[in-house]
């Protein structure tokens, strides 16, 4: 029903970002497109929504045809432009990052749901009668009157598909949607698309890694529970398109692609653990009785925010580490996992108990006082880049613990070249994928160089390559004498780069031990 | 002609509502000459209420009547950046505070969305801005017209360029606060008794004894602490703007031809 | 805490709006102080929520009304009876005299405003705005820029954890204050434009360069009653203020 021939397609007239692929969507198809961070799926799915960029000076030549109506573009001034509202009746597209997504003046799911047809004047009860119909097929009718700013990050996607999809467009495009989702999000998520799937949609997806198949069984309960199928999965009928660098490296079944060997493009499985060898060796012993982190008898709550807590606080959490080791924090949703590492470099602070960083006790010091012995990396990274460029952006952190600017720069041209961004280190740090953005995080830490790392979710998001490179920086950085805790939901990475594992669950921890038990 | 396609001289923009401008502009010259030349009722005897009524109704509409004229011309893009410029005078302005700053530091979204997007999205912001902001503190409201004659020379310094060097931003800064000052000192003497911030009031406290009018002391005080506070906004701006990836730039047509 | 809703929001700040134009007009300090005791007091303790906009008004009046105090209670060079002399200022009836009336009618100025726009409902405002057919960009900017403004300060406060998390300190002087708050405020710009951007795609997409009238998922809450009030409430304003003009103040 909607064909795409990209010939070729670049931004500013410069490098080719897509050559050569085509992709063909059909009624009730689930089509995957694949390829690892900066390989044009983003570039391919937009074009796939409409967005040609000609109003942005981007070049496309080739051609669109959705039914019968054949779109041809030469990258010249004379290419017809899209009517983006009339576009979009037909394919719904929703892009990365949820925040664009909202008009942000509803106040109720069910108000931002109707925006687009309130847009197009479509009379009050057929406009409730529409967002009935789409809020009930995505399980979304107990959501109506919340705040859609106040949902989880599960709960947002399937507002912002049924925002897109209340047209009863015949095909849904999706730019990574499990993008910083956990495994029970991420499931309700794939379930939604699937009931759209079933209706006759044509859905087009995009991920850094291949998804796992969905076993053939009846899905989505009414009241949604965790579906006991894997997160981010795709119907076993899936179609994966593979780029790497722009072209089309693999078309076919989600079955021939598992065994294709993508892995040499950067395009790993679901599940698997990073390739980096042997498990881990034990840490030698630590120089007698030196911890460089303990924890005791911690406990704290978070205060109450109009009647109701917004967290899980802490309950008695005491636990060790020393130099050489890598702790996985583990654990549900709201166990308590990021609560516990914010304590560990003072961005929270233990209503009771004690926690020492190498020796020094956490008290009132301003949390920036622990940056040169804590390095923290947070989940969601975009909210510290703020250099111009990426060089200056990694030398920010040893310059705000007191280093001079030529050495903080050396510092940091050193980090950039641990994490492969050496060639991009004079371009601005928005300019990059999100991967890449997220090793500059991780580059600006190595470049600060605290012996203490705490990471939350140091892997969402990633794709395979960059996952081995985390792997093998929290690797070497144990053998040179370092410590990491990461709180993490990816089990086989846990399982292969870390030492021991602590389960959390109710702000407690509940089993202490290797990996290997868990 | 395909159905998708549309023709390429479309656009969601139009021309301004002329008359309105024109109506808007001169309502807001003719209070301010009423109030500052005429000077209705000597502050001495009365506390001058016919002035607080056309002060208050005089901002406030020529204020609507900008906004009402502006907004046929506004595009999509420029759209989206004015919501975000209102919330960031708001947060920031509570920011500023709770960081200890001595300076209000609550037109930067204003001056943002004028070097983004132009002139009359910069006024429009302001005076929105105000308006909005009546809702949690009803004092921001008489002030409207003076924010919106800051987005508009915002907007003007950077249609000339004037944002690419700091010390020019600096400069227009000055002249934009010192305007900015000469306007909002009228309404803050006839609405509100010249009440501000225990800073600002020592300010005009120390003019007040030395023998100064109300109105002159308001107005002195206005230009010194609005040329502060806009100087340090416009540098801000700049030095953000110089930090904005050139995606972000590209999505304005008017920041782009800069 | 969920609150029947009585009136339409437009009524609510029109009837709050047309109080302070007849406390201007008759511009009595026995007429300011009864509104606030008889309009403004009855309301806030009406309204179910009367500890919040008590304390809203005490923070936005309090500090106001203190400096105007001191402003002119000490420094009024046009009184004539002076109490008090402490050579750099003067305390004089005047001044005080000044300073009391000026307070309650800034009182009375906020109070009033507070009131009806701490009771009125926000999406019911931006609702009735799209039914009463305003123009859709002043709704969607009025609407969203009222939406981002809590995501706004969130994503500060995130953004200095971040940024201290890297070792920000904020010093004491102003230039330290300065660089912090560039280094809070340039990622939050670069994400609100990035948010943006994609929000230009997304308004197109979801039609809102349609030239049809707007609808509203949220029913209207403006009745025919209220309609003719707000009329009737103008017009007999208006009247009283032009009778007020040609018998009082003209004469």
Known sequence: ?518 | MSSFSMPAAESSARRPRRLLLVLGVTLIVATYVFLVILQPTELTGGTGSAAALVSLGGFLGGGALLVAGVLPMLTTSSLVVMPLGIALNIAIGQLAGSLGLQIYLDAIGTVLVAVLAGPAAGAATGAISNAIWGLFNPFALPFAAGAALIGLLAGLAAKYGLFRRLYLAAAAGLVTGAVGGLVAAPVAVFMFGAAGSPGTNAIIAVFRSLGDKLLVAATKQGLLSDSLDKIVVFVLVALILHALPRRAIRQFPFARTR | MPRRRIYNPLTELLTAALLVVLVLVVNRWEVSLAVLLLVVLPAILLSGRARRIGLAIAIVVGPLLISSLLLHGLFFPEGERILLDLGFARVTVEGLAFAAVMGLRTSVFAGVLLTAAMTLDIADLVATMTHCGWNRKLVFIVGSAVGLIPQVALRGEQITRAQQARGLVVGAGLPSRLRALLAVTTPLVIGLLVDASERNHMLEARGFSARVPRTSYRPDSDTPGQRLFRILLTLGVGAFCLTWIVLVVLT
């Open chain 1, 1 to 518: 029903m909607i064909r795409l021939e990209v010939d070729a397609f670049s931004y500013d007239g410069t490098e080719q970002v897509l050559v050569g692929p085509v992709l063909q969507v059909h009624p009730g198809d689930h089509v995957v497109v694949t390829g690892a961070s900066g390989s044009g799926k983003t570039t391919l799915l937009r074009l796939l929504a409409g967005l040609t960029g000609s109003d942005a000076g981007a070049a496309f030549t080739g051609s669109i045809t959705l039914d019968d109506e054949r779109l041809d573009f030469a990258g010249s001034e004379q290419d017809p432009r899209i009517d983006a509202a009339r576009w979009s009746e037909q394919v719904a597209y929703v892009a990365q990052g949820a925040w664009g997504q909202l008009s942000m003046m509803s106040a109720t799911v069910g108000e931002e749901i109707a925006f687009g047809p309130a847009n197009r004047g479509v009379p009050a009860g057929q406009l409730r009668a529409r967002v009935d119909a789409v809020a009930e097929s995505l399980g979304l009718t107990p959501l109506l009157e919340r705040d859609p700013r106040r949902l989880s990050g599960g709960q947002l996607q399937r507002t912002l598909i049924a925002a897109a999809m209340v047209q009863r467009s015949r095909v849904l495009v999706l730019d990574e949607p499990f993008q910083g989702l956990d495994d029970d999000a991420a499931a309700e998520v794939a379930a939604a698309l699937e009931v759209l799937r079933r209706e006759g949609t044509g859905i087009v997806v995009s991920a850094p890694i291949l998804p796992a198949p969905i076993l053939p069984a009846p899905i989505l309960p009414a009241p949604m529970l965790p579906a006991p199928i894997p997160a981010e999965a795709a119907p076993r009928s899936a179609r994966v398109l593979a780029l790497a660098g722009g072209r089309p490296v693999f078309d076919g079944s989600l079955a021939d692609a598992r065994t294709a060997g993508l892995d040499r493009f950067g395009i790993g499985t679901m599940g698997d653990p990073p390739a980096i060898g042997e498990a881990p060796e034990r840490p030698e012993p630590a120089a007698a009785g030196a911890a460089l982190l303990e924890l005791r008898n911690v406990s704290f709550r978070y205060p109450q925010q109009h009647g109701a807590p917004h967290g899980t606080g802490l309950r008695g959490v005491g636990f060790s580490v020393s130099s050489g080791e890598i702790i996985a924090l583990r654990g549900p949703n709201g166990s308590g996992k990021s609560t516990l590492l914010q304590h560990l470099n003072g961005l929270l602070r233990a209503d009771s108990g004690s926690i020492a960083v190498d020796g020094t006790p956490i008290r009132s010091q301003p949390t920036g006082s622990f940056a040169a012995v804590v390095g923290y990396l947070f989940q969601d990274t975009d909210q510290q880049l703020f250099e111009r460029t990426v060089l200056r952006e990694v030398a920010y952190g040893p310059r705000s613990i007191g280093r001079r600017r030529p050495d903080a720069e050396r510092r940091a041209a050193a980090a950039l070249d641990e994490v492969g961004l050496q060639a991009v280190s004079q371009a601005h740090p928005y300019e990059l994928g999100f991967v890449q953005r997220r090793l500059v995080a991780l580059a600006s830490l190595l470049a600060t160089g605290p012996r203490l790392w705490a990471l939350d979710e140091p892997t969402a998001g990633l794709d395979a390559p960059a996952r081995e490179v985390m792997a093998a920086l929290l690797r070497a950085h144990a053998r040179g004498g370092g410590a990491v805790v990461l709180a993490t939901h990816d089990a086989a990475f846990a399982e292969t780069v870390a030492h021991r594992s602590l389960w959390l669950d109710d702000g407690r921890i509940v089993t202490q031990g290797g990996t290997e038990h868990g």
